[in-house]
């Protein structure tokens, strides 16, 4: 089992561009969050989904929109792309519910100019 | 709504010594997780404590869940170089996990 994969790895992105973070999990978990991490701030939760076509706002949706594509894939896109969302980016799955173990994908890299 | 404090920030220690970590809430909870990622790395789970007042032990790590169920501590005894990482707590008093700021352990050979 691979457990929660992310691509891309790292990204820089000028001002204005968009992009679209992928994640997968193979563990059959129900939930999937998205978290962003920078110095200092510790993970904060952007966006999760508690199931399989459901998708709830977080400490900091601002500027992100999310799709739950299957139970499989949760991806995060950025529509228009700041220097303030300069951060790494986490994707978790949990079994049931949020207030269980979560595991991390390996994270994103991202770097907007 | 539910404020989390951890401290310290920052922890360097040499090798061999001793390293705690707490982590405070204004509120009740229902239990807490925590979490290590080691530098570049991911956070990946390490325990989770749900009684008042429980105690745990991994090998060379003891978490504590206070009596009242609003802090928790991570101690580890003769921190090694693999010991390098941050620690984080996740409190829970509501369906959804928060996370604490975090400590940066560093260790001094």
């Known amino acids: 089992n691979a457990g929660v994969t992310q691509t891309p790895k790292f990204q820089v992105l000028k001002t204005g561009q968009s992009m679209t973070l992928q994640c997968a999990q193979d563990m059959n978990h129900n939930s999937m969050y998205w978290y962003r991490q920078d110095p200092g701030m510790g993970l904060r939760l952007i966006y999760y989904s508690a199931s399989e076509g459901t998708t709830d706002k977080g400490e900091v949706p601002n500027g992100y929109n999310v799709s739950r594509l299957n139970k499989r894939e949760f991806s995060l896109r950025l529509e228009s792309a700041a220097p303030s969302q300069t951060s790494v980016y986490f994707c978790?799955?949990?079994?049931?519910?949020?207030?269980?173990?979560?595991?991390f994908g390996p994270g994103t890299r991202l770097l907007v100019l | 709504g539910q404020q989390v404090m951890q401290i310290p920030q920052y922890q360097h220690v040499q090798e061999g010594e001793d390293f705690t970590t707490y982590c405070n809430s204004s509120t009740t909870l229902s239990n807490i997780q925590w979490y290590k990622q080691r530098p570049g790395g991911h956070p990946v789970f390490l325990i989770q404590l749900v009684k008042s007042g429980e105690v745990k032990k991994q090998k060379r790590l003891t978490f504590q869940f206070g009596e009242a169920k609003k802090n928790s501590s991570l101690h580890i005894t003769a921190t090694q170089t693999t010991d390098v990482g941050t620690y984080f707590c996740?409190?829970?008093?509501?369906?959804?996990?928060?996370f604490g700021t975090g400590t940066r352990l560093t260790i001094i050979p």
């Open positions: 996740a409190p829970r008093s509501s369906e959804k996990l928060t």
């Open positions: 978790a799955s949990s079994e049931r519910r949020p207030e269980e173990t979560q595991y």
